[in-house]
């Protein structure tokens, strides 16, 4: 009779405790958050940001995964056809992004900025993720591409910082000559070349003409400043250092920073890895100057390349306002300021730093962007794949010498022409 | 011999099911779906018949991986078989004593890392400013040699060609000792009373008893090249210019980077065939020289 009576106490038990945890599994929300940073301090400071989140929110579970950022563009197009997709994914805004937007497998956040989310930021920082008129996502972090340059080999060679194209050749020809490296520049993965791509493509042919061309269904580059954008580049090759293509950036950077190289074009989302790993005889001997103008061209000299990441929502969520709701921490004042303080990251929102609570190259990188009237985004996020599969190949023959201008750019109009008529 | 004749096959159906939901049924999903245009985000599919194999065949990337493919299975077959041979049947011979043990183990402790990690390694020791070749070769050189030899079209696949020839090489040697430890020994002590050389035991008496594991060696070997991915992923990426690209590495990169996966999916079948093909091929010639 006894051991009767225990095992239905034990059983009674489990039920109990099976019932009480159901409850509690009924009211947890689980969000999938898949983000690009396995490196410190970004993967603590994730880690941090989303137990705090959670701390903040009992009933919501954050399940985050992380991927670096080469497997993460081929990741993300595979689990987005799933149905483990992230809810909340980080993004790079342009093609890259609208592509998934025409598949269906982005959330339209429109309504939700328009009701006051907007007010709170940057409108320019929130336009790359505007696509036909919606917008889809939210901004993490600004970017904009300088050249970054060695003050100190740069008095030594008796030059200044150019302020059109002419003289940035005179100058590159000047630090050749005084023995060093001109620029710094690894392009083993091509996104490194569409970035000059990017700006110059911007200051030689006008801005509505490039947008028009990097719409798939139209575009078709038969503008005549994009074989001058491909010129200039060329005429920027002989100053990089030898086997550019073999070299990865981060490899490259190190001339850079130990007093081989004079400059290098650098996202100013990298002056946290100068302020953090330089050695200090560079740390304290560098500045920043923008893509040097160039004369008689028909595009916006005023334009510069700098897109901002961020994150987005799939369309297929279970939980839509949750996620809402935890894409505007990640993306609000709150995780801002942290993210300021953390990272020497600046994200979207209005006035969430001021000067002297980071230090000034950061915040005057980031005043750059917030006056630039206009940004462009870089070459690669905004092609289609198709046509960035022929053109980062070629860009990087360019960059060899083993392809001409006309050469590369006949290539990637054939290329624009096989995708037109995919629509 | 079974009391149930039904036995042996419930013996045999787990593994045949098994690879028939995992190897056959997904090789025809793939010969079907190389007939459409799609991707893995976005759903529906476009018909396009014939067309991505017509693409396929008319696109230079295509050809040069061929050609790289078939490098290595050269290369290879002169190298990892071919040295591997030589070192097996030096090995095994009476020239060496207790020594034969150590570098049994040294020629093969290459092929025990992973791909990856030697990629990596090599990788660096390729390396134009850092890497360790360019040191060793500017012991001998006047001025610094900095050679990029990934990063330059004529010698990047060369180069990581032979990192598979030093990481493999030994791998084969040992399936070749394992054949010749089998050969009797009567056989070489008639061949000695013959009047053999060291040499003329290797030809007449090593060689045809250890065919069949030369021709399986050899079959893996060019299998195994054409089937390539992971050395050159690993250190060039196909790049500079998708001169090292192989079928592999072309199928991964139009499947995942440029959003084509019924373009990749008909590559698969062209790699599929050839492998299938090659195998046949090599299993019919070495048939026929008799057994």
Not at chain 2, 27 to 32: L, M, R
Not at chain 2, 118 to 128: D, E, T
Not at chain 2, 244 to 253: A, E, N, R, S
Request: proline share 4%.
């Amino acid at each position: 009779m006894s051991r009767k009576l225990v095992t239905l106490s034990i059983v009674l038990a489990m039920l109990l405790v099976m019932s009480f945890s159901l409850t509690i599994g009924a009211q947890e929300v689980t969000l999938k958050f898949l983000h690009r940073w396995t490196q410190e301090p970004d993967s603590t400071f994730f880690e941090e940001v989303v137990a705090n989140y959670e701390e903040q929110n009992p009933n919501i579970n954050i399940d985050m995964e992380v991927v670096s950022n080469d497997p993460f563009k081929e990741k993300i197009k595979i689990i987005l056809g799933t149905e483990n997709a992230p809810d909340v994914f980080f993004t790079w805004p342009g093609e890259f992004t609208n592509r998934f937007i025409r598949a269906g497998q982005v959330m339209d956040l429109t309504s939700y900025m328009e009701d006051g989310w907007g007010d709170t930021l940057i409108d320019s920082v929130v336009e790359p993720f505007r696509y036909e008129g919606k917008v889809y996502g939210a901004p993490y972090r600004l970017d904009a591409k300088v050249f970054v340059y060695n003050t100190k080999i740069f008095e030594e060679v008796g030059v200044e910082e150019p302020e059109t194209f002419d003289e940035f050749l005179t100058v590159l020809e000047k630090i050749d000559n005084a023995g060093y490296i001109p620029i710094a520049f690894g392009n083993m993965f091509p996104w490194a070349v569409s970035h000059y791509m990017g700006q110059l493509n911007a200051y030689c042919v006008p801005y509505d003409v490039y947008m028009e061309d990097l719409d798939p269904a139209v575009g078709d580059f038969a503008h005549p400043g994009y074989l001058m954008a491909l010129e200039k580049y060329e005429q920027l090759t002989p100053y990089f250092n030898a086997s550019s293509n073999a070299i990865r950036h981060d490899e490259a950077r190190i001339s850079l920073f130990n007093g081989e190289a004079a400059m290098m074009y650098l996202e100013i989302i990298e002056i946290p890895t100068i302020e953090q790993q330089a050695p200090e005889e560079f740390r304290n001997n560098y500045d920043v100057f923008v893509m040097p103008k160039i004369e008689g061209a028909e595009g916006d000299q005023s334009a510069l390349i700098g897109y901002p990441e961020g994150f987005v929502i799939s369309a297929n969520t279970e939980h839509p306002e949750e996620a809402v709701a935890f894409l505007k921490y990640l993306t609000g004042k709150e995780v801002g300021q942290k993210e300021a303080q953390d990272l020497l990251f600046v994200n979207g929102v209005k006035n969430v730093v001021s000067k002297g609570e980071i230090p000034d190259s950061v915040y005057n990188t980031t005043q750059l962007v917030l006056e630039t009237e206009r940004l462009v985004n870089w070459f690669d996020s905004s092609l289609h794949a198709e046509i960035w599969s022929v053109a980062g190949s070629e860009l990087q023959k360019l960059t060899d010498g083993v392809a001409t201008p006309e050469e590369v750019l006949e290539e990637i109009r054939a290329a624009a022409e096989d995708v037109r008529a995919q629509f | 011999m079974y009391k149930n004749k039904i036995t042996p096959y419930l013996f045999i159906i787990p593994a045949l099911v098994f690879i028939f939901i995992f190897v056959y049924i997904p090789i025809i999903e793939n010969f079907y779906f190389s007939f459409f245009r799609m991707n893995s985000y976005a759903p529906g599919r476009t018909f396009l018949g014939l067309d991505n194999y017509k693409d396929i065949f008319q696109n230079d990337i295509f050809y040069t991986a061929i050609i790289n493919n078939t490098w290595y299975a050269v290369i290879s077959l002169i190298f990892q078989v071919g040295l591997g041979l030589v070192l097996a049947i030096t090995l095994e011979s009476k020239l060496l004593g207790k020594e034969r043990k150590f570098f049994r183990t040294i020629y093969f402790l290459p092929s025990v890392i992973a791909i990856a990690a030697v990629g990596l390694m090599f990788y660096y020791i390729y390396n134009p400013n850092l890497g360790l070749l360019n040191a060793v070769i500017s012991l001998f050189t006047e001025n610094e040699f900095k050679y990029a030899w990934l990063g330059r079209p004529n010698t990047a696949i060369f180069a990581v060609i032979a990192m598979s020839q030093w990481q493999f090489t030994g791998y084969i040697m040992i399936l070749l000792i394992v054949s010749i430890q089998k050969i009797p020994e009567e056989l070489y002590e008639v061949a000695e009373i013959d009047g053999a050389s060291s040499f003329q035991k290797a030809i007449y008496v090593t060689i045809p008893q250890i065919k069949q594991m030369i021709l399986v060696t050899s079959v893996i070997t060019v299998i195994g090249a054409f089937k390539l991915f992971t050395e050159i992923f690993v250190t060039t990426r196909g790049g500079p210019y998708d001169t090292t690209q192989v079928l592999g590495t072309f199928m991964y990169k139009t499947a995942f980077f440029y959003d084509k996966m019924g373009y990749a999916a008909a590559i698969a079948v062209i790699i599929f065939i050839i492998t299938f093909t090659t195998s046949i091929i090599q299993i019919r010639l070495a048939n026929r020289g008799g057994d």
